[in-house]
């Protein structure tokens, strides 16, 4: 069955540095987001993606993140400068349309010392 | 506001045991209805969906439904299994053209020997 691939599983990063998560979407699917959830909350969404454009984002996707899908296939989330409250597990997810096929990645833990 | 609430926070059962999970939610534009099985540490793993004209569903041993007049969905599972234990969260689609998924904060189910 396809599946949605985030690398690192787990990052370690100083306050103040840059991060980049990486996920490879399912082949054929359209529309790609990152969400998170810090330990013992609820996931919450970041942002869509949708033709090399966002199209929807949280308000917690303020300007210290960006996403991009630099080559067709792999789809990244930067954290500019990280703080600590970015502490927490980012998921990436993909559908390829329609109401259904939503596939979440494994997830990178992000820890912020 | 767009909230999804679940109960009871956490469970316990003994395995072979049926349990019943709640879910209220006042998200809109509604598209569709998910819940999802979550293992700690690892990604939502997507158990049943459910859209607007649909009153049941059922995957294995776990049966949802969905009230949308009440805006209320359950999740049943029948003769639990050990490995039954994981978050149960009750997710909520929006219809706002890119399917953005509202999350509820789960039910933490354990099912003991």
Redo the contacts between chains.
């Keep these: 069955e396809p599946e949605v691939t985030q690398t690192p599983s787990h990052q370690v990063t100083q306050m103040g540095q840059e991060v980049i998560l990486r996920c490879v979407p399912i082949s054929n699917h359209l529309y790609f987001y990152w969400y998170r959830q810090i330990l013992g909350q609820k996931v919450e969404f970041l942002v869509s993606f949708y033709n090399n454009e966002i199209s929807e984002k949280s308000e917690i996707f303020d300007d210290q993140f960006s996403v991009e899908r630099p080559d067709g296939s792999n789809f990244t989330l930067k954290i500019r400068s990280t703080k600590l409250e970015d502490s927490a597990m980012y998921f990436c997810a993909s559908i390829s349309g329609g109401t259904k096929g939503y596939t979440f990645g494994s997830g990178t833990r992000l820890t912020v010392v | 506001k767009n909230q999804v609430e679940q109960s009871p926070q956490s469970l316990i059962i003994l395995e072979g045991k049926n349990c019943t999970l709640q879910c209220n939610y006042t998200v809109s534009p509604f598209?569709?209805l998910?819940w999802y099985k979550q293992d700690t540490?690892?990604?939502?793993?997507?158990l049943t969906?459910m859209?607007f004209s649909e009153n049941t569903k059922s995957n294995g041993r776990y049966t949802a439904t969905l009230d949308a007049d009440t805006k209320q969905s359950s999740l049943h599972i029948t003769a639990s299994q050990l490995s039954d234990s994981a978050s149960y969260?009750c997710v909520v689609?929006q219809n706002?053209?890119?399917?953005?998924?509202?999350?509820?904060?789960?039910t933490r189910l354990l099912v003991s020997p």
């Design positions: 598209s569709n998910r540490g690892r990604g939502p793993v997507s969906i859209t969260i689609s706002t053209g890119f399917q953005k998924l509202v999350f509820g904060t789960g």
